[in-house]
């Protein structure tokens, strides 16, 4: 326990290095958006988001399947990343993104069910399976300390049935609508009340009864509701974060009426055509989202960021297939690229270089950033932007986005990202993987006859879709790589599978003869 407290102190320290101290002069403040999809990968959209080895975007079959049209809006007005991980899963990237800390150190390690701990078979008791607390550190609850009207529309899924977490009013949200336990609606139907008469999973999304019975589709009521809550915000003159975090586009794969004339002709299977239409559903809301800011005025105050939670879960091929989520391998929940790549655009609502909030977070207009980016990253952007500071004690494992939204390099930055997965069954079991630079290393803490071999080793510079394991061809650069797996999970104190046999923590090993 001493060692683990030290670690984290350690961490602390230096992290705390690594960002300016805010000025004392009070500045005006910008709203801010998460506009915050579940389940949506980098190729769902009709965005080219990957780039070729000129760093030009190159356009996928997948690219010209999906329709995002508002989502090419907003790539042209702001910038696009096409390395940006979340993690494989929901929960963990959820708790990251309000926090800046890696799951390996928040220790919510996996999606979060509501009614019982979900660790498995093998996996650590210890993880931190009640998710968010009243009492965290939270991007939401340092801005609200500042003035903002912090509201959160859509998924929560922060924490189980009768945590604090389970309501995001709880966590520093002033208003919280239809967040709770549950991570995914049992109706995306207004007619089926959204679930509650479908049978739901298990209960219906909360505080959407007005609109019961409705031809109405459950993103476009998120969006309504969203709609009004910026509109009491602008009116009582306060600035405001809206965490606009939608149930789409997670099964159940229901077709939304409004769109599946557009796929109906594709040669797609009826649950990859709903998808599809829940995609479109999604990238109305974004449009309405956008045109509703410039109706009230304040599109040029107002930075919007887009991102998924984790990879693609569109129903196409097998889990570590080349399919879902093609050039990449795999989908979510899967140690591959597909499974933790996803979208991520920032975006003024309206650029405007002389507006002085803009000038302080200058956003390059239709660029596409190669550089590697976290979930993490976003917390000390955001505050860092609002002129918020964080308490010293309070972790932060996020970098600056500033000059990578700038369009240029940041060579001060790590070309790193760590995901640590200790639990079972997923599509993917017991694994941690380390990218540092072009190279990426997988750990099978559990190997099993459908994934036998315990180390992964990929160069994605060479090889995006990982198809060559060189694990055994580059034993050097794997030992290199699986020092820095090792450490990075070691300096946040990482809990770890437990061996069956005699409940002991089932650590990373070096390869032999390292």
Known sequence: MIQRILRRAVLACFLFTLFPSWGEADVQKPNIILFFIDDMGVMDTSVPFLTDREGQPKRYPLNDFYRTPNMERLAEIGIRFN???????????????????????????????FDQNNAGPQGPSEWNWLGMKSDDVSLQGLLREQGYRTIHIGKGHLGPLGSEGADPANLGFDVNIAGTAYGMPGSYRGEDRFGAISGGWPAPVPDLEHYHDMDIWLTEALTLEAKKQITEAVEAERPFFLHFSHYAVHDPFESDPRFAAHYVDSGKSEDVQAFATLIEGMDKSLGDTLDHLEKLGVSENTLLIFLGDNGSDAPIGGAHDVAASAPLRGMK????????????????????????????????????????????????????????AWPDDHVVEGYLLDTLFSGRGDPSRPEQFLMHYPHGPHRSDYWSSWRDGDWKVIYHYVPTEAMPQRYELFNLAEDPAEQHNLASDQLEKLREMMQGLIGALERRDALYPINKTDGSELRPKMPAGS
């Open 83 to 113: 390395n940006f991980y979340a993690m494989s899963v929901c929960s963990p990237s959820r708790v990251s993104l309000l926090t800046g800390q890696n799951p390996a150190f928040h220790r919510t390690t996996n999606w979060i069910r």
């Open 333 to 388: 929940g899967s140690h591959y690229e597909g499974g933790m790549r996803t979208a991520f655009i920032a975006a003024w609502a309206q650029p405007d270089t002389d507006n002085p909030m803009q000038q302080r977070l200058p956003i390059a207009a239709g660029a596409i950033q190669q550089q590697v980016a976290s979930i993490e990253d976003i917390f000390p952007t955001l505050l860092n932007l609002a002129n918020v």
